[in-house]
């Protein structure tokens, strides 16, 4: 980004001024998972988001982006995401054209080609390494995605990385951030990340929100849903979740099927509206096959029976 049209918003300076930057960019946080991200732009220590699938881990990485004004690094991790594809590579094909056309030109001297081949242009950066590198707006977010996926010798090379926010290119030398831009890892628990990369990082498990907090998301995300729509829409799928299924709902299910309900004009819930809207909020035949027949009524009549408990 060009230093004349950077918009870098200086860093909050407390729990409350994090909670109402997010609050800018329509996330809902709750008091605990902004807290331990205020203390890690204030300590420059990366930040662990481990939770259910679809409960907000990825977007507060880019809602802080955007609410900051930096810029968004993100690294989808995979199964086999190696170093090469983390980092740097070189440009071969590049490389090989510029070899050609020293040749061609009879000017091939060795030496001389090889200082002009490892250079950065010749090298195609990847997230880390960007990260790494001077930002005019500022150290950006890198948000590195789904760490669960990558593998162990992948973890303790990332460690490496993030223990001094530097890289080393054998034929550049080191790059060393310096402001270390703000990490947020994420995980889906697929399987337990190391300890050694927890513990470089302040850690917090992001949970399904209560009532409240889903409303309030609601009202962000879906302002044109009643209140009385959204409010049958969160009991109900808070009751989903209570319902042992395979795959619960997450906050995004629930924003999604706001959304269909409300492009379907609907006012109220009813069991005949909701078993077919159902593929909104559950992806698995299984799970919804099971809510067929009596079990949606069921669902149904307890959430609002809840509501009429709390007055909502
Ligand atoms: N607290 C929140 N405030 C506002 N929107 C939210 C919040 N939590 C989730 N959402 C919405 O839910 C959607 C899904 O969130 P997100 O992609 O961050 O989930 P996730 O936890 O990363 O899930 P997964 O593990 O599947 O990647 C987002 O696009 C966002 O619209
Ligand atoms: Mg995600």
């Known amino acids: 980004m060009d230093a004349a049209n950077t918009t870098a918003t200086p860093a909050p300076v407390s729990i409350d001024e994090t909670i109402a930057l997010l609050a800018g960019e329509n996330y809902v946080c709750g008091r605990g998972l902004a807290t331990v ?62 070899i050609r056309t020293a040749e061609a030109a009879g000017n091939a001297d060795r030496d001389l080609l090889q200082q002009e081949l490892f250079t950065g242009d010749f090298l195609i950066r990847r997230p880390l390494l960007e990260a790494m590198e001077p930002h005019a707006e500022g150290p950006p977010v890198l948000l590195i995605d789904e760490v669960d996926r990558t593998d162990e010798p992948f973890e303790a090379f990332l460690l490496e990385a993030l223990s001094d926010y530097q890289v ?34 302040l850690y917090h498990w992001v949970d399904y929100p209560d009532f409240e907090r889903e409303m309030d998301i609601l009202r962000a995300r879906v302002p044109e849903a009643t209140e009385t729509l959204s409010a049958e829409i969160v009991a109900f799928v808070q009751g989903l979740r209570g319902a042992d299924l395979f ?37 698995y035949q299984d799970d919804i096959a099971r809510m067929a027949g009596s079990e949606v009524t069921r669902i149904l009549d307890e959430a609002r029976a809840k509501l009429a408990d709390t007055g909502s």
């Not at 090469?84 to 094909?93: D, G, L, Q, R, V």
């Not at 290119?169 to 399987?191: C, F, K, M, Q, Y």
């Not at 906050?251 to 959304?259: F, R």
Request: proline letters at 5%; charged letters at 25%.
């Open 168 to 201: 080393t290119i054998p034929e550049l030398g080191t790059i060393r951030a310096d402001e270390p831009p703000l990490v947020i890892l994420t995980s889906n628990r697929t399987r337990e990340v190391h300890d050694a990369l927890k513990r470089r990082c």
């Open 37 to 98: 991200a205020f203390l890690s732009m204030t300590l420059d220590k990366p930040l662990f988001l481990e939770g259910e699938a679809g409960v907000g881990k990825t977007e507060i990485a880019k809602a802080l982006a955007s609410g900051l004004g930096r810029r968004l690094i993100r690294l989808q991790c995979y199964e086999g995401l190696d170093a090469a594809s983390a980092i740097y590579e070189w440009n071969f094909t590049a490389q090989m054209v510029a």
């Open 247 to 283: 795959k619960n709902p997450g906050v995004a299910e629930t924003i999604d099927w706001a959304k269909c309900l409300v492009a379907l004009d609907t006012v109220a819930l009813s069991p005949e509206v909701i078993s077919d809207t159902l593929g909104a909020i559950l992806k």
